[in-house]
């Protein structure tokens, strides 16, 4: 299944008008439209992976050109020789020798990187047949290990380091496993507490937070 060449990567602006409402507001963002910027890859014979990257509105058409620039990265190339070398795939999209002159791991260039890499995620998962997080939980951990770019947080943690954890915690995991998929996974919502929004408004919300099972509220101010 991953021996499939990609033919085509589209990708578009996607907008809704949250600021009419003030929803998502911030002390730094007070009228965000929540936006994204939504990637496609299309492979011969049909499979399809979806990713997006989350933006605010205004600049998402700047972020769209950025995913269409890097499309000559993609178009052509097989799943099975990305997934063969994640960690290169990420480096051949981000080192490019004039892109990398306006942010290869900043800014647009990194918000475009993310739709595309997320697109191929989802590719990929769909390849084997999996929900993304299967496929994770599934993996060698060499092999997610493999997957990662460590080259700016060796600092914090090493890819040995990242190893060691992965390999201790494969004891229990599948037990963890099915305990998630029956009692599930922590969440919590940021819908009801936006500072642009009325203390009327936000303790209706917050009630109707609590009354619907959410037991963890986020506020943003």
Same mark, same amino acid.
């Given at each position: 299944?991953?021996?499939? &060449?990609?033919?085509? !990567?589209?990708?578009?602006?996607?907008?809704?008008?949250?600021?009419?409402?003030?929803?998502?507001?911030?002390?730094?963002? /007070?009228? /965000?439209?929540?936006?994204?910027?939504?990637?496609?890859?299309?492979?011969?014979?049909?499979?399809?992976?979806?990713?997006?990257?989350?933006?605010?509105?205004?600049?998402? +058409?700047?972020?769209? =050109?950025?995913? &269409?620039? %890097?499309?000559?990265?993609?178009?052509?190339?097989?799943? +099975?020789?990305?997934?063969?070398?994640?960690?290169?795939?990420?480096?051949?999209?981000?080192?490019?020798?004039? #892109? *990398?002159?306006?942010?290869? +791991?900043?800014? $647009?260039?990194? %918000?475009?990187?993310?739709? $595309?890499?997320?697109?191929?995620?989802? !590719?990929?998962?769909?390849?084997?047949?999996?929900?993304?997080? &299967?496929? !994770?939980?599934? #993996?060698?951990?060499?092999?997610?290990?493999? =997957?990662?770019?460590?080259?700016?947080?060796?600092?914090?943690?090493?890819?040995? +380091?990242?190893?060691?954890?992965?390999?201790?915690?494969?004891?229990?995991? *599948?037990?963890?496993?099915?305990? #998630?998929?029956?009692?599930?996974?922590?969440?919590?919502?940021?819908? =009801?507490?936006?500072?642009?929004?009325?203390?009327?408004? %936000?303790?209706? %919300? =917050?009630? &109707?937070?609590?009354?619907?099972?959410?037991?963890?509220?986020?506020?943003?101010?």
């Amino acid at each position: 299944m991953l021996k499939r &060449k990609i033919i085509n !990567l589209s990708v578009s602006d996607v907008r809704f008008p949250t600021s009419l409402e003030q929803h998502g507001s911030d002390a730094m963002h /007070p009228d /965000p439209d929540y936006s994204v910027a939504y990637a496609v890859i299309e492979t011969q014979g049909g499979l399809k992976g979806y990713g997006l990257t989350f933006t605010l509105g205004k600049g998402t +058409e700047i972020v769209v =050109c950025a995913v &269409k620039a %890097l499309s000559a990265f993609v178009i052509g190339k097989h799943l +099975e020789d990305i997934v063969d070398d994640f960690r290169g795939f990420y480096r051949l999209l981000t080192s490019d020798g004039q #892109m *990398r002159w306006i942010g290869p +791991e900043k800014g $647009v260039i990194q %918000l475009a990187t993310a739709a $595309v890499l997320n697109a191929v995620w989802d !590719l990929w998962a769909r390849a084997e047949g999996k929900p993304l997080w &299967k496929l !994770l939980v599934d #993996m060698d951990p060499e092999k997610l290990i493999s =997957c990662i770019e460590f080259r700016y947080i060796t600092d914090a943690l090493t890819e040995k +380091e990242a190893l060691d954890i992965l390999l201790r915690a494969q004891d229990g995991k *599948r037990k963890r496993e099915e305990q #998630m998929l029956q009692e599930g996974y922590p969440a919590y919502t940021t819908s =009801c507490a936006w500072i642009g929004y009325s203390d009327e408004q %936000l303790k209706e %919300l =917050c009630m &109707k937070a609590l009354n619907d099972g959410w037991t963890r509220l986020v506020s943003k101010y």
